[in-house]
């Protein structure tokens, strides 16, 4: 499964490296959205479109989308499998509006939810 990915999210690097930490057996390709190179590999995808959703590529060429790229990688890599509930029919409908709000703020709730990885003690105030 091929995944396209906003590199510039820090919840989304997150969530790419935790599925990469538990994918022994290589079953996922991910492709930094910002990484014109990679990306020109796969001339159907529409950057601007996956940068509004996430998107993916199973391995029967079919494109994902949202909640479905992220079920179907969890369940490739063999964690989270409680993560089928959100594909349930009521569910899904609740799930996939939940999705879009967070894909729509995603750099805003990065910045709530991480905190910022310093090198150096610019950035921690608490010190001053």
Partial sequence: MVIFFDGNCPLCVREMNALLEHDSNK???????????ALSAFPGIDKAKAMSILHGVD???????GLDVSVMAWSLVGKH?????LR???????????????????????SI?????????QCDRSSK
């Fill in 27 to 37: 079953s996922l390709t991910l492709i930094d959205l910002h990484d014109a190179y």
């Fill in 59 to 65: 391995n029967q060429g079919r494109l994902l989308l």
């Fill in 81 to 85: 499998s409680w993560l089928r509930i």
């Fill in 88 to 110: 349930w029919p009521v569910v899904r409908f609740i799930a996939d509006i939940a999705y879009l709000m967070f894909a729509k703020h995603r750099m805003k709730l990065s």
């Fill in 113 to 121: 939810f991480l905190k910022p990885s310093c090198t150096n003690r």
